[in-house]
């Protein structure tokens, strides 16, 4: 559920990450466009901005893709580990179930066993 919400959030940050890479890609280009035809006011500052915001932007977009791998490689531990716990859980159940019946025949046995000796008091009695 966790996993979900936090896979759901990347991917929002992923995709709202890359669609202001391609806005300020297409910014970059029409600028460049303009200066190539000097048809516009920009300055080469205002292209080398934008190309740092872009290299911060893939930036950020990396670091969230390695943070989702990480989060679902833990995801993965913390599953395999659940199933080995749940597995040593269902062993010791049996083992378990196994030693209260060996404990009621112990009991049976026993309580026949004191019932044939108060018999046999009884009868010499």
Do not use: C
């Amino acid at each position: 559920e966790q996993l979900e919400s936090s896979k759901k959030k990347i991917e929002e940050i992923e995709q709202k990450s890359q669609q202001d890479i391609y806005r300020l890609e297409s910014v970059i280009r029409e600028l460049k466009d303009r200066l190539g035809s000097g048809l516009g006011p920009y300055k080469v500052e205002d292209i080398t901005a934008l190309q740092k915001d872009i290299a911060a932007l893939r930036e950020a977009n990396e670091a969230a893709q390695n943070w989702m791998a990480a989060a679902v490689e833990h995801h993965s531990s913390l599953s395999a580990k659940n199933a080995s716990l749940e597995s040593e859980k269902a062993a010791l159940s049996r083992q378990l179930d196994e030693e209260r019946l060996k404990s009621a025949f112990q009991d049976k046995n026993i309580s026949s066993s004191l019932e044939r000796d108060l018999q046999e008091k009884t009868q010499e009695v």
